[in-house]
Nanobody, 117 residues
Framework: QVQLVESGGGLVQPGGSLRLSCATSGSILSGNVMGWYRQDPGKARELVATIATGGRILYADSVKGRFTISRGNARNTVNLQMNSLKPEDTAVYYC???????????WGQGTQVTVSS
């Protein structure tokens, strides 16, 4: 069974930085796309950034130039470096892993990011 565990959320002032990490337990045999999504209460979950095993990266327009997604050294881990944070970045951030083969789609439990003075 595959499980994703996020870490690194918290409270930060506008203009500050946070780094989120996501670790995976269980076996993923195929290539995959890992990424981060975020959700405000009452709103739909939205894509923040994704990175495929081949290296292709996608960012939401709202975070381009401020956030950087990267694969960790351990297999199937992903990080999100968030700089120049804004109050509108406040949300619960979810890690996602989607194997390229099959229809499985895995989510972490979420970590709260709050940007406020």
């Amino acid at each position: 069974q595959v499980q994703l565990v996020e870490s690194g959320g918290g409270l930060v002032q506008p203009g500050g930085s946070l780094r989120l990490s996501c670790a995976t337990s269980g076996s993923i045999l195929s290539g995959n796309v890992m990424g981060w999504y975020r959700q405000d209460p009452g709103k739909a979950r939205e894509l923040v950034a994704t990175i495929a095993t081949g290296g292709r990266i996608l960012y939401a327009d709202s975070v381009k130039g401020r956030f950087t997604i990267s694969r960790g050294n351990a297999r199937n881990t992903v990080n999100l470096q968030m700089n120049s944070l804004k109050p509108e970045d406040t949300a619960v951030y979810y890690c996602n892993l989607r194997p390229l083969v099959g229809s499985n789609n895995y989510w972490g439990q979420g970590t709260q990011v709050t940007v406020s003075s």
